[in-house]
């Protein structure tokens, strides 16, 4: 499969991996601002988000095929990895699959543990919402306020909204991220270990990765450290992005 993917700057590659129902754009502005200065950044779609293709199949080991197959076709033969949420775990799954196709590896606010699923997961949220009957997107905006209070997950959910011929859509693969939706929860199941340079990286106000998890983390990351951005929630890079670009500088310079 042929990811889309932008790319800023020049140096070392530094690969960035966004969250389920996300795309690349999410890591826009600290791409171009931040990381070019002393990275060849790299950030790609993945599968069934964004521009890029859509396909049934969604797993952590084929979305981390997908980045191994877009860096042979630029040729680049390892690279840092910084991956989000879902994005986290293809950037472990990566890591302890190709090994050394990975120099350094950032996981953001994500644990290998699995997860329990929502009441009612965002991705059923936007197939109820039916973009295609509504007339602006404020409508889309009004019906998705109901059920999500928090306006910046709405921004963060509407910038997957595009219009068409036909009307709106989500660019996204609803129907295949929900049929796989137990996949994208499960822990981490690799007989592996990653011996490179780790970091794990948590928002103060997030549970996504707890104290508890550092033993599990450790196993499969030897190497791993662990830094807490203050008051900042899973969103961790959009909440506070001084001191999360901050972290990351420091752990990509050595």
């Given amino acids: ?38 990275r060849r950044v790299v950030v790609p779609d993945q599968r069934n988000h964004g521009k890029s293709p859509h396909d049934s199949e969604f797993d952590f080991p084929v979305l981390a095929e997908d980045i191994i197959d877009l860096w042979d076709t630029l040729g680049l033969g390892e690279s840092d990895v910084m991956g989000h949420s879902m994005g986290g775990k293809v950037a472990m799954q990566l890591a302890l699959t190709n090994p050394e196709r990975v120099s350094r590896l950032v ?69 295949a991220i929900a049929s796989n939706s137990d996949r994208i929860l499960e822990e981490i199941n690799e007989f592996a270990t990653y011996e490179g340079p780790t970091l794990f990286i948590r928002g103060e106000q997030s549970d996504y990765i707890l104290d508890d998890d550092q033993d599990l983390i450790r196993a499969y990351f030897p190497r791993a450290s662990l830094v807490t951005i203050p008051k900042a929630g899973h969103w961790v890079h959009a909440e506070a992005p001084g001191p999360f670009a901050e972290a990351v500088m420091e752990f990509l310079a050595g």
């Fill in 107 to 175: 996981v953001v606010d994500m644990a290998p543990r699995s997860y329990q699923p929502p009441e009612k997961p965002l991705f059923q949220i936007l197939e109820d919402a039916d973009p295609a009957a509504k007339k602006s997107r404020s409508e889309v905006d009004d019906f998705l306020a109901e059920r999500i209070p928090d306006s910046g997950v709405r921004q963060f959910l509407l910038k997957n909204l595009i219009r068409g011929r036909d009307g709106f859509r989500w660019q996204m693969n609803l129907a």
């Fill in 1 to 38: 499969m042929t990811l889309f993917h932008r790319e800023y700057g020049s140096g070392h590659p530094l690969t960035i991996l966004h969250g389920l129902l996300g795309s690349g754009g999410n890591w826009h502005t600290l791409s171009r601002n931040v990381f070019s200065g002393t």
